[in-house]
């Protein structure tokens, strides 16, 4: 049997969590027999406090607002074994120092697919039936007589809907978009199972076909090297001049002076973005000037049960890691 006086007391894990959760979350963490540091805020922790609240951490609980770099893993130290985020996006972490490092990740997986699906459609509607700029006309007494042309927009019925990076997310749109009548899918990136394809009748297409030929185009995929300015002059010149494009996947994606120029002059109908470079976007961004442009600050998984689910995920990523067991979101690195 083991002597506890000889022993000495069992070290409690360290973990830092670099932001306030949602409850549930929260209520969870609070539970554990986990040494919790916190950086007890709804801001943004600063760098400095970041790096001096993850010295000696087992595990680290972060959002995708922190920069977790070579300097952050290096400041934590070797004990550093799980690193869990509270989002689905892992572009914010610094993966081959990571995985160098031995450390595990978790991430949100399936748990904000089907809000931040519903938020890309409810983006394109907003933006391709010029929602805000009539609600504004309403307001400003703009609103005068019913008139057969005036804020005319966009329908789906009958168009073509090119998804770019037709993973969990981008499958969850083009489903929901497929009652509206939508004729034709188009698709880049890595193909998803085949009953999905064959029942939306998607084609795979190269990003320039993509361009060319949709009505509507959704961005929904990752930000890597690959698709970092995927989205530049070249691809808003392809664009058909009625068409409509929306962003909810990561900023960097687009080229924002490219995407303002093609706004500006009319090379295509409207953008509506729910992420932005930087966010958030700065109030006096030409952007911002533009009615046919459309700019959410980054809600796309934004619902009281979505973010709780997530809370508990990340919490749960973190105690499972931490355990030696599997995580629930673990990601493959
Ligand atoms: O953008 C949001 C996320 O990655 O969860």
């Given at each position: 049997m083991k002597n506890q006086a000889l022993d000495g007391p069992k070290q409690r894990m360290k973990v830092f969590v670099t932001r306030r959760l949602p409850p549930e979350g929260q209520k969870l963490l609070s539970k554990s027999d986990l040494d919790v540091q916190q950086w007890d805020s709804d801001d943004v922790?600063?760098?400095?406090?970041?790096?001096?609240?993850?010295?000696?951490?087992?595990?680290?609980?972060?959002?995708?607002?922190?920069?977790?770099?070579?300097?952050?893993?290096?400041?934590?130290?070797?004990?550093?074994?799980?690193?869990?985020?509270?989002?689905?996006?892992?572009?914010?972490?610094?993966?081959?120092?990571?995985?160098?490092?031995?450390?595990?990740?978790?991430?949100?997986?399936?748990?904000?697919?089907?809000?931040?699906?519903?938020?890309?459609?409810?983006?394109?509607?907003?933006?391709?039936?010029?929602?805000?700029?009539?609600?504004?006309?309403?307001?400003?007494?703009?609103?005068?007589?019913?008139?057969?042309?005036?804020?005319?927009?966009?329908?789906?019925?009958?168009?073509?809907?090119?998804?770019?990076?037709?993973?969990?997310?981008?499958?969850?749109?083009?489903?929901?978009?497929?009652?509206?009548?939508?004729?034709?899918?188009?698709?880049?990136?890595?193909?998803?199972?085949?009953?999905?394809?064959?029942?939306?009748?998607?084609?795979?297409?190269?990003?320039?076909?993509?361009?060319e030929e949709s009505d509507f185009v959704l961005v929904s995929c990752p930000l890597t090297p690959e698709t970092a300015g995927l989205c530049n002059k070249d691809f808003f010149q392809r664009m058909k001049k009625t068409a409509v494009f929306i962003n909810t996947s990561r900023g960097p994606v687009v080229n924002q002076e490219d995407l303002y120029q093609a706004l500006v002059t009319g090379q295509i109908a409207a953008a509506g973005l729910d992420v932005t470079t930087p966010e958030p976007i700065p109030t006096d961004h030409p952007l911002l000037t533009l009615k046919n442009c459309v700019i959410l600050p980054h809600i796309g998984s934004a619902t009281h049960g979505a973010r709780n689910a997530m809370s508990v995920l990340a919490v749960n990523n973190l105690l499972k890691g931490l355990a030696g067991e599997v995580m629930p979101g673990g990601i493959e690195l």
């Open positions: 922790i600063p760098k400095e406090e970041l790096l001096k609240g993850i010295e000696g951490a087992d595990g680290l609980l972060c959002l995708l607002t922190d920069t977790i770099d070579k300097e952050v893993v290096d400041a934590a130290g070797p004990k550093l074994k799980v690193i869990s985020t509270l989002s689905v996006g892992f572009d914010h972490l610094a993966l081959d120092e990571i995985k160098q490092r031995g450390i595990k990740v978790g991430s949100m997986q399936h748990l904000s697919t089907d809000v931040t699906a519903e938020l890309a459609v409810t983006l394109l509607l907003t933006t391709c039936r010029r929602v805000p700029e009539a609600m504004e006309e309403v307001r400003n007494g703009g609103w005068k007589t019913w008139s057969p042309m005036w804020l005319c927009g966009y329908g789906l019925s009958d168009s073509t809907v090119g998804v770019m990076g037709l993973g969990r997310i981008g499958l969850g749109i083009a489903q929901r978009l497929k009652p509206f009548g939508v004729k034709r899918f188009l698709y880049t990136g890595i193909p998803p199972c085949l009953k999905s394809v064959e029942e939306l009748k998607a084609e795979l297409v190269s990003t320039e076909k993509l361009a």
